[in-house]
Nanobody
Framework: QVQLVESGGGLVQAGGSLRLSCAAS????????MGWFRQAPGKEREFVAA???????YYADSVRGRFTISRDNAKNTVYLQVNGLKPEDTAVYYC?????????????????WGQGTQVTVSS
């Protein structure tokens, strides 16, 4: 079992930055991969970024170069640094744990989810 709690969302102006955090508990954090997804109103949840157990990173094309995913195994935490925010980045951001074999971008392969944190970008 893995429990995930996100924090760090908020309201920012276009061009601004935030750092989202996701604290994990339960199973040993360093043994599984982590991902960030987001869901905007009226849209499907979509892949944003993922990081493997050995720090390989993967990004959606829409955020590559603006967002950075990282993890601190000593703190059982994964981060998403979001820079250059655009109004279209407005969404609820979720972290998720990939504890078994799967593909980085496929939300159905992730087996534990946090409750989400709202990011709102004003123009």
């Amino acid at each position: 079992q893995v429990q995930l709690v996100e924090s760090g969302g908020g309201l920012v102006q276009a061009g601004g930055s935030l750092r989202l955090s996701c604290a994990a508990s339960g199973r040993t954090f360093s043994t599984y991969a982590m991902g960030w997804f987001r869901q905007a109103p009226g849209k499907e949840r979509e892949f944003v970024a993922a990081i493997s157990r050995n720090d390989m990173t993967y990004y959606a094309d829409s955020v590559r170069g603006r967002f950075t995913i990282s993890r601190d195994n000593a703190k059982n935490t994964v981060y998403l640094q979001v820079n250059g925010l655009k109004p279209e980045d407005t969404a609820v951001y979720y972290c998720a744990a990939l504890t078994r074999a799967g593909t980085w971008y496929n939300l159905r392969d992730y087996d534990y989810w946090g409750q989400g944190t709202q990011v709102t970008v004003s123009s």
